[in-house]
């Protein structure tokens, strides 16, 4: 044990009991602070967070080998006014103290003495919740007025909402270190980044648990996402109840009933996507609905005619992009706001968006089924450039650092210059359709094709290295160490530079495939195939 590790007083957090919060007046509870023989005198200075806690005395001396008790004093009443004005239920005693180390140099150390009040403060309607005395008693989940879910900071126990990724109390407190992955590829511009272990996949969970005997009412799933620790998907029999899924990443417990669509959101090319504390779904009967992601309750429905395929995507957390295909020739991407779903704009387009669209530095790209890609300013719904590209686009366009990728069912792969549409180079070489939206590491990016997945060098748009185990469809995973992608056989492979595929899990061969993309949260991949199983794999650093 270092000098450090043996703080010299007794307790590192003291809780008030319940009883002492109803009754009011003033709790206190003492610290036992002793010197250690050999190392001279320990002298302590204490500075509380909080105006309801305080300690006496503040500043003392103990002589070597000495113990002094000092006190921790709450003032009750001031505590409950502070909570209820807002304030996390949490004291902190900020202790400064200087004593010799085994070397006999005098140092200085800091350390914290934490105060639990025995309340929580929904951090969503600020009310203040009791938690009962009784033994083992937890704070509540969810919030019984606003029905907010909850969950503690692992670092000093205050509520949180699931929303958030830092705690209320502190920005050093990390509650959920995955980022969301809100879209297609984990954001709107569809990089398909995460830092997920290349190494084999255990199954945690499954939906459903056992498969429909009937093959025509196995589930059609639409691309997945994960945020607050829920995955979010759409279902669709093709004859039964379209329904938006909320699981729990790790347990796959649903999180609420599943919500029940008017109509499917596309199964293969469709999506739902996270906005804010909104799952907003593009629907293929021209509607968009917009459902509390904590609560899966409704908040806003519009109809905007035409059919939705491609995903809905956030733009920023007041608009999204919808692709909107009308009639046989034409379509519209339609922006509407995330706050009721009012129209803020609408670009006609000369032929069906068919795809998800992506943005990035406020630009929007959409493919169209002409071949053609239309860019507009996501602000204004100005037109930036269109250009004809390809005969047909089975990929959503990719954005990073300036650059637009756009891989056409032409099997040829194109490099754009975002701002203003201009050709940096195109790759024609992969030998077959591009058959799924690209991802895009630091030098080469992941293209799915009809052969297999290719890697295509992001500065000169050359192959550098190509797979041959069939069609790829889902968008590929980039991970630190390679790249995670799905094949024809519904088996996952990890592609590192270099090697050769390895399969890291079989969803059930014979047959079913992994179409659409795949999502990660938190060292897990969710994965759904044909055959209408989404699995939750953890994915380890060994194969
Ligand atoms: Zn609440
Ligand atoms: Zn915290």
């Known amino acids: 044990m270092t000098d450090s590790d043996e703080l010299p007083w007794n307790s590192m957090s003291i809780k008030l009991p319940a009883e002492a919060f109803v009754s009011g007046g003033f709790f206190d509870e003492q610290l036992r602070f002793a010197a250690r023989v050999g190392r001279g005198a320990l002298r302590v200075t204490a500075k509380s967070s909080e105006p309801w806690l305080s300690i006496v005395p503040q500043s003392f001396a103990v002589a070597a080998g000495g113990i002094m008790d000092a006190d921790v004093v709450v003032d009750v009443s001031a505590a409950r006014r502070m909570v209820e004005g807002g304030r996390p239920p949490l004291g902190e005693l900020h202790i400064e103290f200087t004593q010799q180390n085994s070397a006999g140099v005098r140092v200085e150390q800091t350390a914290s003495v934490s105060v639990h009040l025995p309340v929580a403060v929904c951090p969503s309607c600020k009310k203040v919740l009791h938690i009962p005395s009784h033994l083992g008693a937890k704070p509540p989940t969810v919030c019984m007025h606003c029905f907010e879910r909850l969950r503690p900071c692992p670092q ?45 996949g255990a199954l945690i969970w499954q939906y459903p648990v056992t498969l429909h005997t009937n093959p025509l009412r196995r589930l059609q799933w639409s691309s997945v996402i994960t945020a607050f620790g829920v995955v979010y998907a759409a279902s669709t029999p093709g004859d039964g109840e379209h329904l938006l899924h909320a699981f729990d990443v790790e347990s796959g417990t649903p999180v609420w009933e599943p919500y029940v669509l008017p109509a499917p959101v596309h ?8 906005v804010g504390d909104l799952i907003v779904a593009g629907l293929v009967s021209g ?92 602000s204004t719904g100005a037109t930036l450039w269109y250009t004809q590209l390809a005969d ?34 195109q790759s024609p070489v992969l030998g077959g359709a591009i058959t799924g939206t690209p991802s895009i590491a630091d030098s080469v990016l992941a293209v799915p094709t009809v052969e297999g997945l ?62 659409v993309p795949m999502a990660y949260a938190d060292g897990n991949v969710y994965v759904a195939t044909t055959r209408g199983v989404l699995h939750a794999l953890r994915m380890t650093g060994v194969l």
Request: aromatic letters at 4%; charged letters at 20%; hydrophobic letters at 40%.
């Open 156 to 200: 000093c126990g205050v509520l949180n909402t699931w929303r958030v990724r830092t705690c209320l109390v502190s920005p050093n407190h990390i509650i959920r270190a995955s980022e969301d992955w809100v879209t297609l590829g984990g954001n709107s511009s569809h990089t398909g980044i995460a830092d997920v272990p290349l190494g084999a």
């Open 287 to 378: 509607s968009v609905v917009a459902v509390d992601a904590i609560r899966g309750t409704r908040r806003w429905m519009v109809d905007i005619g035409g059919s939705v395929y491609g995903s809905v995507i956030p733009l920023n957390n007041e608009a999204v992009a919808v692709p909107v295909a009308d009639g046989i020739h034409t379509g519209r991407l339609v922006v509407l706001t995330t706050d009721g779903g009012r129209i803020r704009y609408e670009v006609p387009m000369s032929g069906r968006p068919e795809c998800t669209p992506a943005a990035h530095n406020n630009v929007v790209v959409v493919h169209d089924d002409t071949g053609g890609v239309l860019a507009i300013n996501a």
């Open 392 to 425: 047909s686009f089975d990929a959503a366009p990719v954005v990073n650092d300036g650059i637009v990728y756009c891989g056409g069912h032409d099997g040829i792969l194109r490099a754009l210059v975002l701002e203003t549409g201009e050709v940096i180079w």
């Open 454 to 515: 290719c890697l295509v060098s992001r500065e000169t748009g050359q192959p550098v290295q190509r797979t041959s185990r069939g069609p790829v469809r889902a968008q590929p995973i980039v991970a630190p160490d390679g790249f995670l992608f799905a094949g024809k056989d519904a088996r996952l492979h990890r592609l590192a530079a270099g090697m050769a595929v390895d399969d890291v899990y079989d969803a059930g061969g014979g047959g079913p495939q992994v179409s």
């Open 267 to 274: 199964p293969d090319r469709g999506g739902v996507c996270v």
